[in-house]
């Protein structure tokens, strides 16, 4: 078995706290590796390399640094079948789904190509007599990202591509369920040129997190994840003085209208809801028709696209739709889940309960399900499932629907399949939601736009990657100069304007 490292300074270090977790293969449920967990000391002795090393990095010129970045594109390029077979060994989606992974954190990496630009800044020619005024935007320092397990490279790529491009040093504490992708990132960062100590990679758990929060030296701390540990980040980040943006958990609505292609509303459902076994931030959990009709008429149209699809390990090539779900604790929750579904008395149209792959046994593979008739007090409502389950609530009309998505607690994103602008315009306006799709039914926005959600499923004022995150990086300095060519004033008592 495999026994993997942190990534520090440039060198794979091994574990010294004597923890580990184990990396399973979710496809066999397997232990294929374990990974350390960091103590507080190692975490610590990242930090002071990190803040050795940054000021350089920080004083070199930004165009030299985002050559660094123009030239990690190539690798990742060159290297994309490898990260896509190792992130899905670790993390079990398909191999497109996996090297879709490393593509959105890649245009990332091209956004921060834009880096010289980027940080311009600002400058006000005689903003007084003599007085010339300019802001510019410095980097913070050292800085932190704890990632989730579902997009172990995109996520990792949208908090550290910024950061550096912006002159920072970044210490990276990715998932402990899926952490190989994330070392194999540093190592190619350091191909591309990046001084040692600028990005390293120190895994752990709760405590590695901890030591970060309570770092004085760490500047800000970037989270994406479940939604309590979200909101504990973003408590203790904040009460310990830094600057921390959160991102959490989603129960993202789709909403049906009578007048929609229902055919192309189900293939979206079918996408959206069950690709990579749901285990999206992004994945649409509600379906919600307006109308009885429309409900009959997109169940009809689900459930035989459902019963079509293609579970399996990512070995099995490119037509698995979905593999298996990370854990064999994930796999034992959905099954709870689904299990309060129908005891609370949701229709379970399509039961993948007993789901078994020949071969595969021990691995965490669900079947898809489809509950009809799901109301909103019931548990599979409230809570994020985060696998192959779709629940449809009907509505009554489009302000029933819109009601709906508004009251949910979450609000990542949703997603309106409809013929009529009208709607679809009153929807994008008045929703509560931070990411919205017409006739789009997994909204992400491009790199150069920003994503986040808004209600709970985000902590913090500032979205990730886009234009946002060279603000999230950087701190304003403004500077005011005068050169007073002579001119003698003499002691200024009030505050006055400069004319
Ligand atoms: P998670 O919250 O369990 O773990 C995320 C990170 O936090 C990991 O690095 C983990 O080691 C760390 N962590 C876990 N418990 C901790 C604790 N008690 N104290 C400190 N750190 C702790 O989330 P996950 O299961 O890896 O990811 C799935 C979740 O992430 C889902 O809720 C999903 O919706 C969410 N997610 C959100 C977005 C978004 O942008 N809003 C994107 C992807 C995933």
């Known amino acids: 078995m495999q026994e993997l490292t942190h990534y520090i300074n440039g060198e794979h270090v091994s574990g010294t706290s004597g923890r580990f977790a184990d990396v399973y293969n979710p496809a066999t449920g397997e232990v294929i590796a374990k990974a350390p967990l960091a103590s507080v000391a190692e975490v610590e ?56 992974d490393v593509q959105r954190g890649l245009e990332v990496v091209e956004y921060c190509i834009g880096a010289p630009q980027l940080l311009k800044g600002e400058y006000t020619d005689g903003a007084g007599p003599g007085i010339d005024m300019y802001s510019m935007r410095q980097a913070l320092g050292v800085t932190a ?20 491009a912006c002159g920072n040093a970044f210490i990276l504490k990715p998932s402990e369920r899926d952490p190989s992708v994330p070392l194999m990132l540093a190592e190619l960062m350091e191909e591309a040129g990046l001084p040692k100590g600028i990005l390293q990679v120190v895994n752990g758990d709760k405590e590695a997190v901890d030591a970060l929060l309570h770092n004085e030296v760490v500047q800000s701390i970037g989270f994406v994840g479940s939604t309590p540990i979200a909101e504990y980040i973003y408590g203790t980040g904040c009460a310990n ?15 049906i209208m009578p007048d929609a292609d229902l055919d192309q ?59 298996p779900v990370v854990t064999a604790a994930a796999k034992a929750n959905i099954e709870r889940l689904i299990q309060t579904g129908v005891d609370q008395g949701a229709e379970l149209v399509v039961d993948g309960r007993g789901f078994s792959l020949q071969g595969y046994e021990d691995g965490f593979f669900v079947g898809p399900h489809l509950f009809d008739r799901v109301t909103p007090d019931m548990d599979i409502y409230k809570t994020e499932i985060f696998g192959p389950v779709l629940s449809t609530v009907r509505a009554g009309s489009y302000e029933e629907a819109l009601k709906l998505a508004m009251d949910h607690e979450y609000g ?6 409809t013929r009529d602008g ?27 736009h920003t994503f986040g959600g808004w209600k709970k499923s985000v902590f913090g004022d500032l979205n990730q990657h886009g ?24 002691g200024e008592f009030h505050f006055k304007p400069m004319d």
């Open 422 to 448: 009208d709607t679809a315009r009153d929807f994008a306006n008045r929703i509560n939601i931070g990411m919205v799709g017409i006739n789009v039914p997994i909204p992400v926005p491009l790199a150069y």
């Open 45 to 100: 002795q990242a930090v002071q390399i990190a803040a050795a090393a940054q000021p350089a990095w920080a004083a070199t010129n930004p165009q030299r640094r985002a050559r660094v970045m123009m030239k990690f594109v190539d690798l990742l390029n060159r290297d994309m079948d490898k990260l896509a077979e190792a992130l899905s060994r670790e993390h079990g989606k398909t191999l497109p789904d996996a090297a879709g």
């Open 265 to 323: 509303a189900a293939d979206a459902l079918i996408g959206a809801g069950y690709g990579a076994a749901g285990e999206r931030c992004m994945a649409i959990s509600v379906a919600v028709p307006v109308g009885e009709e429309t409900a009959d008429r997109l169940i009809e149209k689900l459930v035989p696209r459902i019963e079509k699809l293609k579970v399996g390990p990512y070995t099995d090539g490119n037509d698995v739709d979905y593999g």
């Open 467 to 490: 234009p946002d995150a060279f603000k999230f990086y950087t701190r304003t300095k403004t500077v005011t100069s005068r050169w007073p060519s002579g001119l003698k004033e003499g």
């Open 241 to 255: 003085g830094k600057r921390v943006q959160c991102f959490g958990g989603a129960k993202n609505h789709m909403i």
């Open 145 to 164: 990202g704890i990632t989730p397990f579902n997009f172990p490279a995109m996520i990792p790529m949208w908090m550290f591509a910024p950061a550096i």
């Open 412 to 417: 990542n994103g949703t997603a309106i399949f």
